[in-house]
């Protein structure tokens, strides 16, 4: 009885989808035996997919703006430097849960070479775990652990390449077409120079090009990336039927949340940019739909590193949806902008962009994450008020060395070209905060502030539209960690900077008062808590800005079924006064408890404000 209520289950989800789906397969392909192969395949993975993740994929069927709620808050990590390896983040879920987080986004887990990994994003084999880690069937028992208390856990898919120590890629070397084909191999250097004339280079002094020479082969392949990593073909189908069938592996093993790497780039065509072509767009909507058919319970989180108006393509529409959720990626950085300048007019302006978009759209919001800061900010605004390019990249780098502006940040640059001047930044929320430098100085007084500063960046972002996420180690101020120089495999890559080890020693003092622990972790409690309970935190709940009159004071207004929310942000160092005038009624702040007039706000140094309308 069961297995026939499945099946009609499936079968109805499948028609739903099956005429767009055969329709854009047949488009992109033209072959419709290895349709035939996908839709047979779909089927065998629905039949694997386990009942608690069956039981889930309706519930959540159901209940399809359950990721869009004001309880959502996530966590990011590297596996080994949060817990060891996947047994021991099981151990770790009482914290977990202790900091309010419900999605955790474990970083790259899955197989890559010793050595030629960049980050574990060089994937050799996308059904096995990196043995130090442990097990697919690890894996499985933490996903079980996560979801029996409510944690959603999240993954990155590398769709554009393999490692060159892929079974495909070896395969390849040898000579087998079957396996040339997979990637984009030439035998000589013609066809990738007229590649090199449009196709801009993401690494151009680390890993300069986009093609690498094989001499043993004599042969050159595209890499995008770097010379390790080989760009897949999806121009043939048998990689998108592949890749598909990994994707539908690794959800079946309860993971929850696919995070799309630089899904941009996976289609590649002769005198174009090879970015943002139609035909991405096909296949992630493709994936969108083959995820609702066979595991409807999973979303899809694209990696675009773009401003918000240009990502919004990879929501699709409304009708047709492809990206459940998108990084917000130039607020990102716009934000660290604000805190060198202490002038929020950029931010407003990009924060007045996403707040304009459908509420439909979900952003993740972060301080920090695993990468480095790129400067990809909206610099005809800033040439507008005179302010040049190059000359600001220089100065946002120099202040967040700390060398400029009386800046108390600590941190190193990555990937610095002399050349073009540009750079890219590394360092942990709270050592670009002041905290490593007041901890190094012992000045208490430099420390409250950093402290403060820090907190207030947090409480900015939670004011966000849409959910935020942690870099693990923030909840607890931890500094910039420089023994990455020890390690040869790391110490040419100063993102390692801030993807130290967590310190769980110093976890230890959060529940020691007046330790930085203890007064950045149960502050930021306190704002979690609060945007749980307030409806005006709800996801697609309508948010605006408000004008202060002054420079270095961002208002940000939040407003959900009746409930109305105004928060006030000084990214000043100094005193400053909000000159707003919202007469509607009487406010109270969520932190203080006080009474205070949305009238001319006084607000003390990084100091900032939630002021909730009493009803």
Not at 235 to 254: I, Q, W
Request: overall charge negative.
């Amino acid at each position: 009885m069961k297995a026939d209520i499945a099946k009609k289950v499936y079968k109805e989800r499948l028609e739903r989808h099956f005429d767009e789906l055969r329709w854009l397969y047949m488009e992109l392909y033209d072959n419709s035996s290895m349709f035939v192969e996908l839709c047979d395949k779909m089927e065998a993975f629905y039949q694997e997919r386990g009942k608690g993740l069956k039981a889930l994929d309706e519930k959540r069927e159901k209940h399809q703006d359950w990721y869009k709620q004001n309880d959502m808050l996530g966590m990011m990590f590297y596996i080994d430097n949060f817990a060891g390896d996947m047994k021991g983040v099981k151990s770790r879920l009482d914290y977990i849960e202790q900091c309010n987080v419900n999605y955790i986004h474990l970083m790259p887990f899955l197989e890559t070479p010793k050595g030629r990994s960049d980050g574990g994003y060089a994937v050799s084999d996308f059904r096995k775990v990196q043995e130090d880690l442990g097990t697919m069937e690890d894996l499985e028992k933490l996903t079980d652990a996560c979801h029996k208390k409510g944690i959603n856990v999240c993954m990155d898919f590398v769709m554009n390449h393999t490692s060159e120590d892929h079974e495909w890629a070896k395969k390849a070397r040898q000579g087998d077409g079957e396996y040339m084909s997979r990637y984009f191999f030439f035998e000589n250097s013609y066809i990738p120079s007229l590649y090199e004339r449009t196709v801009p280079q993401v690494f151009p002094t680390t890993a300069p090009g986009n093609f690498t020479y094989l001499p043993e082969e004599d042969r050159f392949v595209m890499t995008t990336f770097y010379p390790y990593q080989w760009d897949l073909n999806y121009r043939n189908p048998r990689v998108f039927n592949e890749m598909m069938y990994n994707f539908l592996y690794l959800a079946n093993k309860g993971i929850d949340i696919i995070r799309i790497d630089a899904v941009p780039y996976i289609w590649k065509e002769l005198n174009t940019s090879c970015r943002n072509l139609p035909q991405v767009h096909t296949i992630v909507r493709m994936m969108r739909m083959i995820g609702e058919i066979v595991c409807p319970g999973i979303l899809l989180l694209g990696e675009v590193v773009m401003e918000p108006e240009k990502v919004v393509p990879y929501f699709g529409t409304v009708e047709k949806p492809e990206c459940h959720m998108l990084y917000n990626v130039t607020t990102m950085a716009t934000t660290w902008h604000t805190v060198a300048t202490r002038d929020v007019r950029l931010l407003k302006k990009q924060l007045d962009i996403v707040n304009s978009l459908p509420k439909d759209y979900v952003f993740l919001n972060y301080l920090r994450c695993h990468d480095d800061i790129g400067w990809g900010l909206d610099y005809g605004t800033l040439m507008a008020e005179g302010i040049g390019e190059r000359s600001h990249k220089k100065y946002l780098n120099d202040y967040f060395q700390g060398y400029a502006g009386n800046s108390n940040s600590r941190g190193e640059l990555y990937n610095a070209d002399p050349v073009t001047g540009d750079a890219r930044f590394c360092g942990t929320t709270a050592s670009m905060c002041g905290v490593e430098k007041a901890g190094f100085e012992q000045d208490e007084e430099a420390m409250e502030k950093a402290v403060q500063k820090d907190v207030m960046l947090h409480a900015y972002m939670f004011m966000q539209s849409g959910i935020p996420v942690l870099y693990s180690g923030d909840e607890i101020g931890q500094v910039n960690d420089y023994t990455y120089k020890e390690d040869p495999d790391k110490a040419a890559d100063s993102r390692y900077i801030h993807r130290g080890a967590m310190n769980w020693e110093l976890a230890k003092n959060i529940s020691q008062k007046g330790t930085v622990e203890e007064k950045i972790f149960h502050r930021l409690d306190r704002l979690e808590r609060l945007r749980k309970k307030e409806k005006a935190f709800m996801s697609n709940a309508d948010t605006w800005t408000i004008e202060t009159w002054e420079p270095s004071v961002l208002c940000m207004g939040r407003y959900y079924e009746g409930e109305k929310l105004i928060g006030l942000f000084n990214f000043s160092e100094y005193d400053k006064t909000a000159w707003i005038n919202e007469t509607d009624g009487d406010y109270i702040d969520l932190i203080s408890g006080r009474e205070i007039k949305p009238i001319g706000v006084n607000i003390p140094a990084f100091g900032f404000y939630y002021l909730k309308k009493l009803s």
